[in-house]
């Protein structure tokens, strides 16, 4: 990792310390990492991007979090908040490090609405998008989820596969959606 995302990844980690964020941020980053590998799109966006995501988790107060994502979501404005906060936080993070501001401004608008917005403003934004939902299909995700939902094991499955279509942009991410869900039937 170049030493310019090292240092975001430690200002961000303070803000990472909810939700299991550490854990999902550093699974998202390695999925987008491979779909850089395939996908053309500047990495100098996408992993900052990854990285700064979900900052903003931290100011949405903890026993409001699990209203809003997840299978039983209740609360979007709760997911909206920590869209909002959090390009706040990842631009002052960003340009306390003078990053490039053309960069912090695209990241500042993937960030903004990564979960919220139901189109991608790019393929950077792509990349982020559907590395981020690529984490509930990995191993340590599907344990989170699993135990945070209170949800059968089976039943998490099934609701990952009705999605793949809908979630994914990027065909190169459907296919490690598929791949890494029949990781999971087969640890069952």
């Known amino acids: 990792m170049k030493p310019i995302y090292q240092k975001i990844f430690e200002r961000a980690k303070p803000f990472l310390r909810t939700r299991k964020n550490l854990i999902h941020t550093q699974i998202a980053l390695r999925y987008a990492l491979t779909l850089l590998k395939t996908v053309k799109a500047d990495d100098e966006i996408v992993v900052p991007a990854i990285l700064l995501h979900d900052v903003g988790w931290k100011a949405v107060p903890e026993p409001l979090q699990l209203t ?11 997911a909206r908040l920590h869209e909002v906060e959090g390009a706040k936080m990842a631009r002052e993070i960003l340009e306390g490090l003078h990053y490039p501001p053309e960069k912090v401004e695209e ?75 029949a990781r999971r039937r087969r640890e069952s």
């Open 107 to 181: 990241i500042y608008r993937i960030i903004r609405g990564h979960d919220s917005r139901k189109k991608a403003i790019s393929r950077s934004d792509r990349i982020v998008k559907d590395a981020d939902r690529l984490f509930r299909y990995s191993r340590k995700g599907m344990a989170i989820d699993v135990n945070r939902f209170r949800t059968r094991r089976g039943d998490y499955l099934s609701y990952l596969e009705r999605h793949i279509e809908k979630w994914f942009f990027l065909p190169a991410s459907r296919q490690l959606a598929k791949e890494e869900l």
């Open 68 to 78: 809003a994502f997840g299978p039983n979501r209740s609360n979007p404005q709760a």
